[in-house]
C-alpha cells in the first residue's frame, strides 16, 4: 500500500524559506507530474503550483517569481521551495502526485508564517 509522506512544513518568519518534499512510501510507479495545492482556515484548496509530464510548470499569481517545483529525477518525489514567504501563505499544503496510472494526496503539512 502506497502512501505519502510529507515533510518541511513548520513555522517561519516572513521573508523566511521553506522546502516541502512529498515522497512515497512503498512501491508505486514513477512520479511523472504533481501538484502542491494548500487551504488556509476558512477558505477553500487552491492550486498553488504544478508540473506536467513534459516538465512544464504553473503557479498561481501569488505564488510565482517565490515558489518553485519539481518532480526529482528518480521520480519518487515531489518537491516544493517556498522562499520569501508572507503570512498570507499560512495553510495547510498537500501534495498530489501523478503516476501514468493515477494520482496520490498527501496527508496535508502546516506551513505558517509569522509577520
Known amino acids: 500500500q502506497v502512501q505519502l509522506v510529507e515533510s518541511g512544513g513548520g513555522w517561519v518568519q516572513a521573508g523566511g524559506s521553506l522546502g516541502l518534499s512529498c515522497a512515497a512510501s512503498?512501491?508505486?510507479?514513477?512520479?511523472?507530474?504533481g501538484g502542491w495545492y494548500r487551504q488556509a482556515p476558512g477558505k477553500q484548496r487552491e492550486l498553488v503550483a504544478s508540473?506536467?509530464?513534459?516538465?512544464?510548470?504553473r503557479y498561481t499569481d501569488s505564488a510565482k517569481g517565490r515558489f518553485t517545483i519539481s518532480v526529482d529525477n528518480a521520480g519518487n518525489a515531489v518537491y516544493l521551495q517556498m522562499n520569501t514567504l508572507k503570512p498570507e501563505d499560512t495553510a495547510v499544503y498537500y501534495c498530489?502526485?501523478?503516476?501514468?496510472?493515477?494520482?496520490?494526496w498527501g496527508q496535508g503539512i502546516q506551513v505558517t508564517v509569522s509577520s
Open positions: 498530489n502526485p501523478r503516476t501514468r496510472v493515477r494520482d496520490y
Open positions: 508540473v506536467d509530464i513534459g516538465g512544464n510548470t
Open positions: 512503498g512501491s508505486t510507479s514513477r512520479f511523472i507530474a
